[in-house]
């Protein structure tokens, strides 16, 4: 029998991320070559006719698992029935503006999207947050969806993990395929702390075949953190390919499940692990089983490891504390 198609809400459709993400998405990748899809595109109302011109192009690729597509400019139409949502459209940073008036202005946009989540969303609805300051925004939609169980709201730190694999098999000489069970912990911003402690090249630990601590703390942590701005001083525009294709296998990983054997990064809710207050929206290593993420646990952290692991969750704490001063949550 046929499959019910499953509705994948995308806002910010018509930017760059959504340009690179949404033919993915109609081709299969997001969900697997045997789910049908019906894409629902939330934009503000002057790039609604720029997002139809995106789905003309999704028209014209014939795509067999695309079976809809529908343009808002209203949250509460856009997320009507929503299975998926992939939050991109947010208020970047603009010259001179502080990070209290970012906050603020991606309040305004993350609060009402909470709500209209909350008010129609379909039961089984899975959030991945990708638009900065992705971590906040996505304790914001939270707050404001209080019948969603918490844990379906995310934040996007696919793109960190997957250039820390990137940069960690290019030192070592290896295909990234060797590379496993990698973490980011903490804020998707340039506190964030890729951890390679536990990670394995090939089966064996990752920090003892590197075994070069200068690289370790002077190159290959920063080098991640700051790869977003790194790109956005090459390109002239912030990552947008690499940012779809991190969303995609986010949510891919999450709907299906992560390999055996090995973990990814993603922020999720916290429960209190690894001592990250609980309910601040934090990276960790995670496997996905049944459809929910779950913490890796267990895991060994060094005095290395937790002091970089303490200065993020600081900085998310103090996202947290003020979005609440804002009465943002
Ligand atoms: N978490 C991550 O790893 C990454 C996050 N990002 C973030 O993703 C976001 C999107 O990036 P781009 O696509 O390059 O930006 P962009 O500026 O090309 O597109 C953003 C789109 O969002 C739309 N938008 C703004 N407010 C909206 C609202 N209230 N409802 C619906 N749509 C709205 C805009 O009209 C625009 O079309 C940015 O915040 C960027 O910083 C980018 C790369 C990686
Ligand atoms: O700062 C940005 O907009 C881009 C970003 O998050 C990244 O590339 O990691």
Redesign the pocket.
Request: with cysteine; charged share 20%; proline share 5%.
């Given at each position: 029998m046929a499959q019910v198609p499953v509705n994948v809400t995308v806002t910010g459709a018509a930017g760059q991320i959504g340009y690179a993400l949404l033919f993915r998405i109609a081709s299969g990748q997001l969900l697997g070559p045997d789910t049908p899809v019906k894409l629902r595109l939330l934009e503000i109302p002057q790039a609604v006719k720029a997002a139809e011109g995106t789905a003309m192009e999704l028209d014209d690729c014939a795509f067999p698992l695309l079976r809809g597509i529908d343009i808002f400019d209203d949250p509460r139409q856009a997320f009507d029935g929503a299975n998926v949502a992939l939050l991109v459209g947010a208020r970047?940073r603009t010259k001179g503006m502080e990070r209290g008036d970012l906050l603020e202005a991606n309040g305004g946009i993350f609060k009402p999207q909470g709500e209209a989540i909350n008010a129609g969303a379909a039961d089984d609805i899975r959030v991945l947050v990708v638009g900065?300051p992705a971590n906040t925004n996505a304790l914001i939609a939270q707050a404001h969806a209080p019948d969603v169980p918490a844990e379906r709201f995310t934040a996007m730190t696919r793109?960190?993990h997957n250039r820390a694999i990137s940069q960690l098999a290019a030192k070592l000489g290896v295909p990234v395929t060797d590379i496993s069970k990698l973490t980011i912990w903490g804020n998707?911003s340039a506190t964030q702390y890729p951890d390679i402690f536990h990670a394995e090249v090939a089966g064996k630990n990752a920090a003892e075949a590197v075994n070069d601590e200068a690289w370790l703390s002077g190159t290959f942590i920063p080098t991640v953190a700051k790869?977003?701005?790194a790109?956005?001083e090459a390109r002239g525009a912030?990552?947008a390919a690499s940012?779809a294709n991190a969303a995609i296998d986010h949510v891919h990983d999450w709907v299906l499940g992560t390999p055996e054997g090995d973990w990814t990064s993603a922020a999720i809710v916290s429960d209190g692990s690894y001592g990250v207050p609980e309910g601040l929206i934090s990276s960790f290593p995670v496997v996905s089983r049944d459809g929910r993420w779950e913490i890796v646990q267990g895991l060994e952290i060094d005095a290395f490891s937790r002091e970089r692991i303490d200065a993020s969750v600081q900085e998310l704490t103090e996202e947290r504390d003020a979005v609440r001063k804002l009465g943002l949550i």
């Amino acid at each position: 029998m046929a499959q019910v198609p499953v509705n994948v809400t995308v806002t910010g459709a018509a930017g760059q991320i959504g340009y690179a993400l949404l033919f993915r998405i109609a081709s299969g990748q997001l969900l697997g070559p045997d789910t049908p899809v019906k894409l629902r595109l939330l934009e503000i109302p002057q790039a609604v006719k720029a997002a139809e011109g995106t789905a003309m192009e999704l028209d014209d690729c014939a795509f067999p698992l695309l079976r809809g597509i529908d343009i808002f400019d209203d949250p509460r139409q856009a997320f009507d029935g929503a299975n998926v949502a992939l939050l991109v459209g947010a208020r970047p940073r603009t010259k001179g503006m502080e990070r209290g008036d970012l906050l603020e202005a991606n309040g305004g946009i993350f609060k009402p999207q909470g709500e209209a989540i909350n008010a129609g969303a379909a039961d089984d609805i899975r959030v991945l947050v990708v638009g900065n300051p992705a971590n906040t925004n996505a304790l914001i939609a939270q707050a404001h969806a209080p019948d969603v169980p918490a844990e379906r709201f995310t934040a996007m730190t696919r793109l960190d993990h997957n250039r820390a694999i990137s940069q960690l098999a290019a030192k070592l000489g290896v295909p990234v395929t060797d590379i496993s069970k990698l973490t980011i912990w903490g804020n998707h911003s340039a506190t964030q702390y890729p951890d390679i402690f536990h990670a394995e090249v090939a089966g064996k630990n990752a920090a003892e075949a590197v075994n070069d601590e200068a690289w370790l703390s002077g190159t290959f942590i920063p080098t991640v953190a700051k790869r977003g701005a790194a790109i956005i001083e090459a390109r002239g525009a912030s990552s947008a390919a690499s940012a779809a294709n991190a969303a995609i296998d986010h949510v891919h990983d999450w709907v299906l499940g992560t390999p055996e054997g090995d973990w990814t990064s993603a922020a999720i809710v916290s429960d209190g692990s690894y001592g990250v207050p609980e309910g601040l929206i934090s990276s960790f290593p995670v496997v996905s089983r049944d459809g929910r993420w779950e913490i890796v646990q267990g895991l060994e952290i060094d005095a290395f490891s937790r002091e970089r692991i303490d200065a993020s969750v600081q900085e998310l704490t103090e996202e947290r504390d003020a979005v609440r001063k804002l009465g943002l949550i």
